[in-house]
C-alpha cells in the first residue's frame, strides 16, 4: 500500500514527519520546531546544490524566511489537506486573503466578491485594494448575480463558503464552471471546512484560503493563514508575491499547527456531532426562529450540503425570538459559551451578532426584530451545553 492510497485521516499522521538520521538510524516522531535565521552551507558546492535544486522548482532553504523543515512540513500538510499542488503559509487568515488579492489582481482589475465572505474582506478593499486601483463588486454568490455583474476587466471570483455568519453553501462546482467560462479564477475561503469537512479545488476552485488559527490549529493558541493552490500557472505568480511582500511565520507557530492538524479529524467530527445535538436541541425550543448549520437538515443549504461536503463542525449561527435586550441577557447569562470572536479551538464560544453586521448579506432575511448569535460548539460534554443554554434562555425571558 503507497501512501497515496490511504485515507486523508491516515495521511495527515504521516506527512511532513522527521527523516531518520542516517548516522544513528534514528528519528523523532515529532518534527521539532526548527528555528533559525539563516543556514550555514558546508562549502560552496552545497550552495551551488541549493540554488540548482530551487531552479528546478524544489523548496529548498537558504534563508530563514521562508522557514525550513518544520515549515516545509506544515505546507505538505495543507497540500494534503487542499488536495493543492502547492500551498504558502501566512501569519495570519487574514494576510493569506491579502497575499492573493495581491498576487493576482492588478490595478485596472474587478474582482467579483461574495457577500457572505468574512466581514475584513471589505475593509481590505476599502484601505488597500482602493488605493491600488482594484474595483470590487459585492453580490450574492450564485453564478446568476456574478454574471449580472460581469465586466470586461473582472479578473477574479472571491466566494466563501458556507459563508461567515450565516453559513449560506454556495453552489462552488456551479461557481466554477462559471469562472473557467469566463476565464476568471475561483477563490475561496475555505476556514470553514479547513480542507477535511470540504475539498473547493476537487469542486473546481482555482485557489483555497485557510486561516489556520481555527480548525488546523485547533487550541485556540496560534494565528496562522495557508494558499492553497492547484493551478501551476498562479504558482509562480503567488510564489513572487509571496516572496516580495516578505511574509514569515514562526517555527512555534508552524510546530503547534503541526501538532493540531494531527488530531484535525478526530476534533472536526467530534464538534460536528455535538453541533447536531444542539441543533436538535434548539429546534425544540419555541424562542428559535431559525438555526443555521448546513448540515442540519432544516437548513435550506442542505441539499448543497450533503452533495459538496464530507463533514461537518462545530459553527451554527441562531436567530432568536428574542428583542435586544432579552438577547443580550442570553448572551450574558451564557456560563460555558464564552463571550468572543474567532472559531474552530477546543473551546465554547458565543459571538453577538450586531443587526447592522448581517445587513450586507443578502441571505439574511430578516427584519431586525429577532436576536442573532453565533455559537461555536466546542468539545465539551454536550449535555453541559444543553444545560448551559437552557438556564441562559430561562435568563433571558426573566
Ligand atoms: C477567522 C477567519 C479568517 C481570518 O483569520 P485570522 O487568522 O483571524 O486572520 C478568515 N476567514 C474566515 C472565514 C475566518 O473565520
Redesign the pocket.
Known amino acids: 500500500m503507497t501512501h497515496r492510497d490511504t485515507k486523508l485521516e491516515t495521511r495527515l499522521l504521516h506527512t511532513g514527519i522527521a527523516e531518520f538520521n542516517p548516522k544513528t538510524g534514528l528519528a523523532p516522531v515529532t518534527l521539532p520546531a526548527v528555528r533559525t535565521s539563516t543556514v550555514r552551507f558546508q562549502n560552496l558546492q552545497a550552495l551551488d546544490n541549493v540554488v540548482a535544486q530551487r531552479e528546478a522548482g524544489a523548496r529548498p532553504s537558504t534563508y530563514g524566511r521562508p522557514g525550513l523543515e518544520t515549515h516545509v512540513a506544515l505546507e505538505e500538510v495543507f497540500c494534503e489537506l487542499e488536495g493543492a499542488k502547492r500551498s504558502f503559509l501566512a501569519p495570519?487568515?487574514?494576510?493569506?486573503?491579502s497575499l492573493v488579492f495581491l498576487a493576482l489582481l492588478s490595478k485596472g482589475d474587478h474582482v467579483l466578491v461574495a457577500d457572505c465572505?468574512?466581514g475584513?474582506v471589505r475593509y481590505l478593499d476599502k484601505t488597500v485594494l482602493r488605493r491600488m486601483g482594484i474595483e470590487v463588486s459585492y453580490c450574492r454568490g450564485t453564478p446568476e448575480d456574478m454574471q449580472a455583474q460581469l465586466r470586461p476587466e473582472t479578473r477574479m471570483v472571491y466566494v466563501?463558503s458556507p459563508g461567515?455568519l450565516l453559513l449560506e453553501m454556495l453552489d462552488l462546482p456551479a461557481l466554477a464552471a462559471f469562472a473557467r467560462d469566463k476565464g476568471l479564477t475561483l477563490v475561496t475561503?475555505n476556514?470553514?471546512g479547513a480542507g477535511y469537512a470540504y475539498r473547493p479545488l476537487a469542486l473546481g476552485a482555482h485557489v483555497s484560503?485557510v486561516?489556520?488559527?481555527?480548525y488546523v490549529g485547533g487550541h485556540a493558541d496560534l494565528?496562522?493563514?495557508a494558499v492553497a493552490v492547484a493551478d501551476e500557472a498562479l504558482v509562480q505568480q503567488i510564489t513572487d508575491t509571496h516572496y516580495a511582500l516578505g511574509y514569515t511565520i514562526s517555527a512555534e507557530d508552524a510546530w503547534l499547527a503541526l501538532r493540531g492538524v494531527r488530531t484535525l479529524p478526530l476534533r472536526m467530527r467530534h464538534h460536528a456531532h455535538s453541533a447536531l445535538e444542539i441543533c436538535r436541541f434548539l429546534a425544540a425550543k419555541p424562542e428559535v426562529a431559525r438555526i443555521y448549520h448546513p448540515a442540519w437538515q432544516e437548513d435550506p443549504g442542505h441539499a448543497l450540503w450533503q452533495r459538496d461536503c464530507l463533514g461537518s463542525n462545530g459553527l451554527m449561527s441562531v436567530e432568536l425570538k428574542l428583542n435586544y435586550e432579552q438577547g443580550r441577557r442570553f448572551v450574558d447569562a451564557l456560563r460555558l459559551f464564552s463571550i468572543g470572536f474567532?472559531?474552530g479551538g477546543f473551546e465554547s464560544l458565543v459571538q453577538w451578532v450586531e443587526p447592522p453586521t448581517l445587513k450586507p448579506h443578502s441571505y439574511w432575511q430578516g427584519k431586525g426584530d429577532t436576536t442573532v448569535v453565533r455559537l461555536h460548539v466546542g468539545l465539551e460534554a454536550v449535555e453541559d451545553l444543553c444545560a448551559d443554554l437552557e438556564q441562559a434562555l430561562a435568563a433571558a425571558l426573566a
Do not use: C, N
Open positions: 495570519s487568515g487574514l494576510s493569506a486573503i465572505v468574512y475584513p466563501e461567515s475561503d476556514t470553514w484560503v486561516a489556520g488559527t481555527k494565528m496562522l493563514g474567532s472559531w
